[in-house]
């Protein structure tokens, strides 16, 4: 047998052999077949609970990585509590958070309602017609109004899930001014409207507004009267202790923020820049 021969030899013996030989695969090599087990089933989990380092990355604070620092530092509480563990799981309906400010998973909303006369300012049901039903299409997000427009009242109400906005109005050194356009049921006489310019005492407690003045081109009936007081209360206390009533109440703008193309009972979502203007004020 030569060289050719051997080798061609070899090659048949080496080769594709018989049937059997064929249908064999030897890709795995000599790695042991794994015997499977049944595995019980994963627990389902739990759509009330999220991780911590989620619900705060959710929030728009910061990455979940960044999160996972801060919570380790301390900086993240949970219902008043410092939580440092890993993979801790809070309720959606925990208190957390982070430097001391209240952190809220949910996107961020921001809706401008042009309010009629009948909806109760409230989030409680049970009252009959409400804000709620009139901006219930206008987000996901569990937004609620800023102060009180009563029934009776119209005009501006702004609903919102972020809670720094929410302080911002309700701070009551700096808070945010609303204008309101008012009718009495007769004339303003001019010295209780410099009364109410220089602020007096209603059972001790000093009642001021912003301003006051009466509206151009109109009788003395309808003034124009800004506040920053969150509640439209103040108002009619002011003109029921000088026996006037308030036939009519319309929030006409807060802050910068108007009715312009608000049709009433309608609203709008707040552009970049009305946002970032009402930051600033």
Request: glycine share 10%; hydrophobic share 30%.
């Amino acid at each position: 047998m030569n060289r050719h021969q051997g080798s061609k030899g070899k090659g048949k013996a080496s080769g594709r052999g018989d049937n059997n030989t064929r249908s064999k695969s030897y890709a795995r090599g000599n790695a042991p077949i794994k015997k499977t087990t049944p595995t019980s089933p994963k627990k389902a989990s739990n759509p009330d609970e999220i991780r911590l380092n989620k619900y705060v990355a959710n929030s728009g604070i910061c990455s979940r990585r960044e999160a996972d620092v801060h919570i380790a530092t301390g900086l993240v509480t949970v219902n008043g509590t410092v939580v440092t563990e890993m993979g801790y799981k809070v309720k959606l309906g925990d208190e957390v958070r982070y430097d001391g400010g209240r952190v809220n998973p949910e996107k961020k909303a921001y809706v401008l309602l042009n309010k009629p006369k009948g909806f109760a300012t409230t989030t409680s049901e049970g009252k009959g017609r409400t804000v709620m039903d009139l901006v219930a299409n206008a987000t996901t997000s569990k937004i609620k109004p800023i102060g009180r427009l009563g029934r009776n009242s119209k005009g501006l109400l702004l609903f919102t899930n972020d809670e720094q906005i929410h302080d911002k109005f309700t701070n009551s050194k700096n808070g945010v001014g609303r204008l309101f356009h008012i009718e009495l049921d007769k004339n303003l006489k001019l010295e209780d409207l410099k009364k109410i310019q220089a602020g007096f005492k209603i059972e001790g407690k000093l009642i001021g507004v912003e301003e006051i003045s009466y509206i151009d081109g109109a009788t003395k009936r309808e003034i124009g009267l800004k506040i920053k007081n969150t509640g439209n209360t103040i108002v009619r206390t002011i003109f029921d202790y000088l026996k006037y009533e308030i036939v009519n109440l319309d929030c006409v703008a807060i802050g910068h923020l108007t009715k312009k193309d608000i049709p009433r009972g309608h609203w709008k979502h707040l552009t970049e820049q009305e946002l970032n203007t009402l930051k600033m004020l």
